[in-house]
């Protein structure tokens, strides 16, 4: 099967399942199948019953609004909406905020790596938990509060005015992070006010959130200014924990170098 034939079998397959509506239709005939008519379907999604019989027989590709008014009108669960998002080639869009809450997965995460730096995000870039070896290095973001607890908003401003390549690469990373998420959350304010201020207090966001960013790099640089020890230059590297759609972000140093007698300083 092609893609088109695949969304069409799945559409097919979910309509015979659907309870059909209660109002709005005459029984002007009898059923000869359980399920949603293909007229039902195409007035409770707010298309045409030609629409959905093409759609069933594999040609056309739904527009992402389409694609959640199918979902809303047969009732799919989150699972079966983002499997339905694929078929057609459209990443699913979440209803609602960034998801913020840490379960036990990550939790684990953190205390499995009690002694190397990690915290975890939510898709913003937002801090949500630590470890101790985190917050003995990265104290100052662990107090702030507001813009300055999200690493993209640190990551872009401040006093700083020029970043190494690697650290570029990062910021890279983040930029190309957070217009994905745009896409899969369209109705959160709070990240649409934290793009919209980035672009206006930093250039290099605006600049690369315009143009195409190359992110197959994945060999990141970060430094740390921690009020003791001084700056402190880690390698960076960025899971996706895809329960609670979370990024944790883990600090290193190279062995034998003077960061990491830095790093292992501020641990003791």
Not at 36 to 62: C, F, N, T, W
Request: proline share 6%.
């Amino acid at each position: 099967m092609n893609e088109g034939s695949d969304l069409g079998f799945v559409l097919r397959r979910w309509r015979d399942r659907a309870t059909p509506p209660q109002d709005g239709f005459e029984p002007t005939r009898a059923r000869r199948a359980p399920g949603m008519r293909r007229d039902e379907l195409a007035a409770a999604a707010g298309v045409s019953a030609e629409y959905i019989k093409r759609l069933e027989q594999g040609h056309g590709r739904p527009s992402a609004a389409v694609l959640h008014a199918l979902a809303r009108a047969l009732r799919l669960s989150g699972p079966e909406y983002e499997y339905l998002c694929s078929l057609a080639g459209h990443v699913p869009s979440r209803v609602g905020r960034v998801p913020d809450e840490v379960g036990p997965g990550p939790t684990r995460l953190l205390e499995r790596l009690g002694d190397i730096p990690v915290c975890v995000l939510d898709a913003a870039w937002t801090l949500l938990a630590w470890n101790t070896a985190w917050e003995m290095l990265c104290s100052t973001s662990v107090l702030a509060a507001g813009r300055e607890r999200n690493m993209a908003w640190r990551a872009f401003t401040g006093d700083r005015q020029e970043w190494s390549e690697r650290e570029i690469r990062f910021q890279s990373s983040i930029v190309t992070d957070l217009r994905s998420t745009a896409v899969r959350y369209p109705g959160d304010d709070r990240l649409k006010d934290l793009i919209s201020d980035l672009q206006a207090a930093s250039v290099p966001f605006a600049t690369m959130w315009q143009l195409p960013v190359d992110t197959h790099h994945r060999d990141y640089q970060v430094t740390v200014q921690h009020p003791d020890a001084g700056p402190i230059t880690v390698d960076c590297d960025i899971l996706t924990l895809h329960e609670g759609d979370l990024r944790a972000v883990i600090y290193t140093a190279e062995p034998g170098s003077a960061d990491a007698a830095r790093l292992a300083l501020v641990q003791n």
